[in-house]
C-alpha cells in the first residue's frame, strides 16, 4: 500500500503534542526524529528524552488529501503561518525483505562467522553461528555485539562453564556453544529475547546446552568460568556485584554497552573484584574485560 507522510520541524517541548493531533487528523503513525545531528545515548531510567529540534513525521493513506491538517496546523499559535513542513510520497517497500537483503554474514575474530538464517554460509569449515535475531537486539552489526563476538573468538572455550547476561538474539550465547562451550546460562529480562535465544540455539543444534532464565528465576548458585554481559554502564554499574558473584576465582569477564567515556569509571568500579585490562573500542563504544580476583 502507498504512503505520503508529512515532516513538521518543530521543538521537543512541542512534538508530542502535535504528534497526537496528526493522530487525531487520521496519520497511522508518527515518528520523532532528530532534526539535527544531537545524539541522546543513554537515557535516564523513566526518562524518554527528545531532541531540542525535533521532526514530527505522520504517515497517512496516499489517499489522504493533506491540505486541511496543514492548514489546521498553521492555525495553531505554537507553529502558525511560517510552520517549516514537506510532504513526500513513500515508495511501497517491504520493509522486512529489505532489512534481510542488507543483513549478510559477517566474521568476527578468527573462526566465527554469524550467518542470516536465510543465507549461505560462505566457509563451511568455519564456526557458523545460523541467525535470526526475531523481536531481540543482537545481529553483530552493532559494535557492542562485535566487540564481545571477538573476545569469545579469541578464547579457549573448550568445554567451559559460561554466562550471558543481556542475551537479547542469544547470539553470544549460541556463539560460544559453537565455539565449543559445555554449558551456556543466558538471562534477560525480556521475554522476547528469551524466546529468540531458544530457537537460535534450536537453529544451532545446541539448546540442550543453553539454560535460559528471566533474571528473577536465575538460580541462586550459579557460577561460570567465563561471563559476558553487553547491557549499559547503568545496568552493569548496578549489577556489578551479582556479576562478581557468579564469576569463579580466576574466571574471565567481558562487558560492554558503555561509552567510551564510561569507560574508566566503570573498570574502576570493577576493579573491587577483576583485575581489570585496557579497554578495547569500537566506534563510540567500549569492551571491559577481567579477570576474577580470589573472594
Ligand atoms: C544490547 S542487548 C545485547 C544482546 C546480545 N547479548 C548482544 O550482544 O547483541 C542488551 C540485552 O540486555 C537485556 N537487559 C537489559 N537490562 C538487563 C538486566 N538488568 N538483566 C538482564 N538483561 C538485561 C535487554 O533486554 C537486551 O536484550
Redesign the pocket.
Same mark, same amino acid.
Given at each position: 500500500m502507498p504512503w505520503i507522510q508529512l515532516r513538521i520541524s518543530t521543538s521537543n517541548e512541542h512534538a508530542e503534542l502535535i504528534g497526537d493531533l496528526l493522530m487525531e487528523q487520521g496519520a497511522v503513525s508518527i515518528t520523532l526524529e532528530d532534526g539535527k545531528d544531537t545524539p541522546i545515548f543513554e537515557p535516564k531510567l523513566g526518562e524518554t528524552p527528545l531532541w531540542k529540534d525535533t521532526v514530527v513525521i505522520a504517515l497517512f493513506d496516499a489517499e489522504t488529501d493533506l491540505t486541511p491538517t496543514v492548514e489546521f496546523l498553521q492555525s495553531m499559535p505554537i507553529l502558525g503561518q511560517d510552520m517549516k513542513y514537506k510532504i513526500e510520497q513513500i515508495e511501497d517497500k517491504d520493509w522486512v525483505r529489505e532489512w534481510m537483503d542488507n543483513f549478510h554474514p559477517i566474521q568476527f575474530g578468527k573462526r566465527l562467522w554469524i550467518c542470516p538464517s536465510w543465507r549461505d554460509i560462505p566457509d563451511p569449515e568455519a564456526v557458523n553461528v545460523i541467525l535470526d535475531p526475531g523481536l531481540?537486539?543482537?545481529?553483530?552489526t552493532?559494535p557492542?555485539?562485535a566487540l564481545?563476538l571477538e573476545w569469545l573468538d579469541a578464547l579457549d572455550l573448550t568445554d567451559k562453564q559460561v554466562i550471558?547476561?543481556?542475551?537479547?538474539?542469544?547470539? @553470544?550465547?549460541v556463539a560460544a556453544l559453537k565455539l565449543g562451550a559445555g554449558q551456556v546460562t543466558g538471562?534477560?529480562?525480556?521475554y522476547q529475547?528469551i524466546e529468540a535465544s531458544k530457537a537460535n540455539a534450536e537453529r544451532n543444534q545446541v539448546a540442550d546446552k543453553l539454560a535460559l532464565y528471566l533474571?528473577e528465576d536465575q538460580p541462586q548458585n550459579l557460577q561460570a568460568e567465563i561471563l559476558?554481559a553487553?547491557? @549499559?554502564a547503568g545496568?552493569l554499574r548496578? @549489577?556489578a556485584p551479582l556479576i562478581a558473584e557468579r564469576v569463579q576465582s580466576g574466571g574471565k569477564l567481558a562487558l560492554?554497552?558503555l561509552l567510551k567515556e564510561q569507560a574508566e569509571e566503570l573498570s574502576s568500579h570493577y576493579s573491587q573484584w577483576f583485575v581489570m585490562d585496557e579497554p578495547a573500542h569500537k566506534d563510540d563504544w567500549s569492551r571491559l574485560t577481567g579477570v576474577r580476583k580470589s573472594s
Open positions: 531481540a537486539f543482537g545481529t553483530g552493532h557492542t555485539t564481545c550471558d547476561f543481556g542475551c537479547g538474539s542469544g547470539i @553470544l550465547a538471562i534477560d529480562i525480556d529475547a533474571p559476558v553487553n547491557i @549499559l545496568p548496578e @549489577l560492554s554497552g
